[in-house]
């Protein structure tokens, strides 16, 4: 297998977002060395089995990677330097919180190779971030965006979430130019999304939360026309960056590469030679997932792990392909597909991307417009705006 991504999920945070629908759970204090040894034992598991030559982009996400001290985190970094080999320009993520961020923290992450932060400062109203249950409020922010900006010598990435409760237009608008006057290289501008699990969907189900849907939707819009106007590149759905700042790791997900992933509700992609493929979804019982990875039981077998594995069948790949791909702006190509799948567009896509051009929200980009020089088929600047609904058509 060629050069693949590993993503590594820290399941702890201090708290729980009311927007938050990801896998975690609360930690007071420091995270358990038990986790960080069962951790390190997968990826040296991991790392055996796989057929991976190599890494090319490192993502270590949650959860709360920040609540990790510099011993465990030089440990990890450790175990996957002797698990893998890393290509020289390898993309190494790590996420952290704002009210985390210290010189300590920078140095760590910095001594272990990361050369990307991700950031999630989600708004810099108080109101907002208070309603949403954030620990930052917008000094601690603030304060983070200083340190960062002046300390971090790596790529800066900042998640922003549009149109939180309590957050008004021109708190977000102006909050977002505060943003971008720190130079990142690189903003994840999410819709909010209220799923029925989080607090924020109970509350909505039980009527304490009202929320206007078509106003949040011209709020992204706003925000999305900001961001442009300040020289940041609409790249995927709900990703901006400067000139050649694309985030590489979410690359390979939206660009249908293998992945591997560690960590209690870790999941990882290996794909096949024919483009069918085999994933994993480890559990979320995280004493599960510790006693399996630290048990006296040698070798330790990724076939016998607590997981979740599915068979990725052709059709259903074929699928997601698309579901990935047309996330991006530029969306995909024929010469790509055929890399995969060895085959050209199937009917099956091509008929609804030809009746959605002649509504102009598809469009296919000339050779001439591309860098690789290939004719691509991708949603236009209103259709993507519509892409469940072109997917379903694909269904």
């Known amino acids: 297998m060629k050069a693949a991504s590993l993503y590594i999920h820290i399941a702890f945070c201090i708290s729980k977002c009311a927007y938050c629908d990801f896998f975690s759970v609360a930690q007071e204090g420091k995270i358990p060395d038990e986790y960080i040894n069962a951790l390190c034992n997968e990826i040296a598991a991991r790392g055996a089995e796989a057929s991976v030559t190599s890494l090319k982009t490192i993502y270590i996400g949650g959860g709360t990677p920040s609540l990790l001290n510099s011993q465990q985190l030089q440990k990890i970094f450790n ?36 050369n990307r932060i991700s950031c999630g400062i989600q708004s810099l109203s108080d109101a907002a971030l208070k309603k949403a249950c954030r620990r930052a409020d917008s000094a601690t922010c603030r304060k983070a965006l200083e340190l ?24 977000f608008l102006s909050g977002l130019e505060e943003i971008i006057s720190f ?79 560690c960590g209690s509700g870790g999941c990882g992609t290996i794909y096949d030679e024919d483009g069918s493929g085999f994933r994993w979804t480890n559990t ?43 996330r991006k702006l530029s969306g995909v190509s024929e010469a790509e597909y055929k890399s995969v799948f060895n085959e050209p567009f199937p009917s099956w896509f091509l008929q609804p991307f030809r009746e959605w051009e002649e509504k102009g929200l598809c469009r296919f980009i000339a050779k001439g417009e591309t860098e690789g020089g290939e004719g691509r088929c991708a949603m236009s600047r209103q259709g993507i705006l519509f892409l469940n609904t072109f997917l379903e058509k694909l269904i």
């Not at 893998?84 to 919180?97: A, G, K, M, Q, R």
């Not at 985390?100 to 001594?111: A, K």
């Not at 971090?152 to 939180?164: M, P, T, V, Y």
């Open 284 to 326: 979320t019982e995280i004493k599960k997932y510790i006693d399996f990875w630290t048990s006296d039981k040698l070798p330790y077998k990724v076939t016998e792990a607590p997981c979740v594995n599915e068979r990725i069948e052709l059709e259903t790949s074929k699928f997601e392909f698309f579901m990935m791909g047309l």
């Open 148 to 171: 960062l900006k002046n300390k971090w010598k790596g790529q800066l990435s900042l998640d922003l979430i549009s149109a939180l409760p309590e957050e008004s237009e021109s708190s």
């Open 79 to 114: 175990q996957i330097r002797k698990s893998f080999l890393l290509d020289e320009d390898c993309e190494i993520s790590v996420e952290v919180n704002p009210d985390d961020v210290n010189l300590l923290l920078l140095e760590s992450l910095s001594s272990c190779g990361v």
């Open 183 to 261: 130079k990142p290289s690189h903003i994840s501008m999410y819709s909010l999304t209220i799923e029925e699990n989080t607090p924020f969907g109970k509350m909505l189900s039980r009527g304490q939360l009202s929320y206007d849907y078509d106003k949040a939707d011209q709020l992204w819009l706003s925000g999305r026309d900001l961001l442009e106007s300040k020289g940041y590149k609409w790249y995927e759905v709900s990703n901006f960056c400067l000139t050649g700042k694309e985030c590489r790791h979410n690359l390979s997900y939206w660009k249908h590469e293998s992945y591997l992933g």
